[in-house]
């Protein structure tokens, strides 16, 4: 059974940088898809970045050019990177892999940016 975990967030100022992780478990190979999600209240969950098996990535235009998705050769610790960190960047992140034809989602953790 895959398990995903994610860590990193807090509660920082405007223009301040984090970055997240998101360590899988109970993997053994099959992972099509990599991505890293957010949902803040009252709004509906959606994809900031994506990684592809082959490495491409693809970001949602609020967050291109201040947000970069990587991960390791194993697949199995994924990243996200964020830099000069807005205000509207306040969610709750969550990490979404898609291991053999069947979704995973982490519990999510919390990003909080005051001005």
């Known amino acids: 059974q895959v398990q995903l975990e994610e860590s990193g967030g807090g509660l920082v100022q405007a223009g301040d940088s984090l970055r997240l992780s998101c360590v899988a478990s109970g993997v053994i190979g099959g992972i099509t898809h990599m991505a890293w999600y957010r949902q803040a209240p009252g709004n509906e969950r959606e994809m900031v970045a994506r990684i592809t098996p082959g490495g491409s990535t693809d970001y949602a235009d609020s967050v291109k050019g201040r947000f970069a998705i990587s991960r390791d050769t194993t697949w199995k610790t994924m990243w996200l990177r964020m830099n000069d960190l807005k205000i509207e960047d306040t969610a709750v992140y969550l990490c979404?892999?898609?291991?053999?034809?069947?979704?995973?989602w982490g519990q999510g953790t919390q990003v909080t940016v005051s001005s």
């Open positions: 979404h892999m898609i291991v053999r034809g069947a979704p995973s």
